[in-house]
């Protein structure tokens, strides 16, 4: 079921699908127009594999089904993938909407460089029964061989080096350095996923497929619906019809955009919340650039219809069975909001809604004139942090700057702005909140232990500037939202407020300079920090505005302190 109620913006919308249909923009993306959103093909013609998966992966279920029961006949109970990002979210979402088959494979995922969430799964897993997944589409990034390099020392400790590689798989693009990595360590397996597939497009291929298998999803069932759904686009030599639900969908979505709707805020049944998660990244990254962009909301618990701006669309995404946020639902409707209705039959309906999202995304990167493939402003922050960890490791600490306010252990960084007259954190961050613009955003940048403690406050620290501020918030943590969200950041029309919390590491784990050896040059510790004051000076060379607010060792009791003030 797919339900729209847009009040003064149906008529619009209405035009605008009958120009999308004129101008034959489905038939054109199954025909690799790259005219459609731009006039050279880099990064689009290339880009397009996921067009396929559905259909392309369905020939692979039997090898998958055949990894997991050799997994599970030589007693292997759990599997960790390493991963950042499109390599992350899908298996996350997987792993949190359909848990685990008895029998199967638990799957966590680490995609945080934080010390304390990789000693969290290195104390709970054995390594003698656990598989390790390094996943990477360019098979280089740094997070990811970091993860790699430690969790293959611990394993070669339990098991010896010569049996270490084969708790060990592989998932990237052919001929990357991940792939000649898993032949010298002796990987049980590589899979090597089609090279035309973005990061945040491959939900249904080898990168969320392997994982879904390990845990026991039904791969042909799922695949099936998402088949469904590319016949529905005109896929598979099935015809395009005029009620095309990703069409529909990426028409509302770059339409009631360009008119300030630009804050697409996700409700979800609490069953499939993660998959906002995974979708989060395909908006942002796809559409924060050139200026424009839209900025999913996710995670934010629901209020009532007042405490919203004029600036939101509301997309409700609910199983069939549940009707729990139905009435808050009804009554953003009868406010005059925005609202777009999606019912799920059951589970298995998200292999549809992956391709669904998919295709309107890129129908929303024509609407707005913008290129959804690339991601051209991510790059900045990696080269900034790579700078840090040179300084680190040619003077032995970080460039740092002197803070601009302390606080019982807490130093607030926020460079030249007139802040003078503050006389605690909480008067601080109500001044910084204060500069926003029509139309602004509040981002929070969390690097510190990703626990659920953290969710909490950071939770009630959402609800409290959209209480004051009726702002939309959305929250990440670092490094994690780097390669989700942080593309937009740096893309868009510059309108985010940017509050940035850093910790220090009460206990920090050295990274291995390659797997196998003890040798180091650089912590966990330092790396997250490196990234964080990367990504804050890419902010501010972009005329962000930004705010850092340093917790210290005890980052709990910083942030509770910083809410108390504040509230």
Request: aromatic share 8%.
């Amino acid at each position: 079921m797919f339900h729209t109620n847009l009040g003064s913006y149906q008529e619009r919308v209405n035009a605008a699908l009958e120009e999308v249909q004129a101008e034959r923009i489905l038939p054109r993306i199954w025909d690799h127009d790259h005219t459609v959103w731009n006039s050279k093909p880099d990064e689009i013609t290339n880009r397009l594999g996921w067009l396929y998966s559905p259909e392309k992966m369905a020939s692979e279920v039997d090898k998958l089904q055949a990894l997991t029961q050799d997994l599970r006949d030589e007693g292997y109970t759990h599997a960790l993938l390493l991963g950042m990002g499109g390599s992350s979210l899908a298996p996350e979402m997987y792993r949190k909407t359909f848990g685990v088959r008895d029998g199967f494979l638990d799957v966590g995922v680490l995609d945080s460089t934080d010390p304390a969430a990789l000693l969290d799964w290195a104390n709970r897993l054995d390594p003698a029964r656990t598989l390790f997944i390094v996943s990477t589409k360019s098979g280089g990034t740094v997070e990811t061989f970091s993860f790699f390099k430690y969790f293959y020392n611990l394993t070669m400790g339990e098991v010896g080096r010569k049996h270490a590689g084969k708790h060990f798989i592989a998932i990237t693009d052919p001929g990357s350095k991940l792939a000649d990595a898993a032949d010298e360590y002796g990987f049980r397996a590589t899979f090597l996923n089609d090279a035309n597939i973005g990061g945040r497009y491959s939900a249904l291929s080898f990168f969320g497929l392997v994982p879904a298998a390990l845990i026991g999803v039904d791969l042909e069932k799922l695949l099936a619906r998402a088949q469904t759904a590319v016949r529905e686009s005109g896929g598979s030599s099935s015809l395009h019809t005029n009620d095309n639900l990703g069409e529909h969908l990426g028409t509302i979505l770059g339409e009631l955009a360009k008119d300030g709707r630009d804050k697409l805020t996700l409700i979800t049944s609490n069953n499939i919340a993660s998959f906002a998660d995974w979708a989060e990244q395909l908006i942002a990254e796809s559409t924060g650039k050139d200026g424009k962009g839209i900025i999913p909301v996710v995670g934010e618990s629901l209020g009532s219809a007042g405490v919203y701006g004029s600036d939101r669309l509301f997309v409700y995404l609910r199983l069939k069975s549940d009707t729990i946020h139905d009435k808050a639902v009804q009554d953003l409707e009868q406010a005059g909001h925005p609202v777009v209705t999606i019912e799920l039959t059951d589970l298995y309906d998200l292999g549809a809604q992956f391709f669904l999202w998919e295709m309107a995304t890129a129908v929303a990167g024509y609407r707005l004139g913008i290129h959804p493939f690339n991601q051209p402003d991510v790059e900045a922050a990696k080269i900034l942090a790579r700078k840090m960890v040179s300084t680190y490791q040619s003077e032995g600490s970080l460039p740092e700057q002197s803070p601009d306010f302390q606080d019982e252990g807490i130093a607030v960084f926020y460079d030249n702005t007139g802040f003078g007259s503050a006389e605690n954190l909480g008067k601080i961050l109500n001044l910084f909140l204060q500069e926003a613009h029509p139309g602004a955003y509040v981002a929070i940048h969390a690097y510190v232990p990703p626990t659920s403690e953290m969710d909490r406050l950071l939770a009630l620290l959402r609800n409290h500037i959209r209480a004051k501020t009726h702002l939309a918030t959305t929250v990440g943590y670092g490094p994690r939202f780097l390669h989700s969200t942080g593309q937009l950041h740096k893309g868009d029309a510059g309108k985010g407020l940017f509050i940035q919390l850093t910790s220090e590491a009460v206990q920090d784990v050295a990274i291995p300079d390659v797997g196998g050896s003890e040798a180091s040059s650089i912590s966990f510790g330092v790396l997250k920090l490196a990234q964080a004051l990367g990504d804050r000076q890419a902010l501010i060379d972009k005329d962000r505005r930004v705010i850092r607010f340093h917790l210290g060792r005890d980052a709990q009791a910083g942030f509770t302190r910083l809410l108390e003030q504040y509230a």
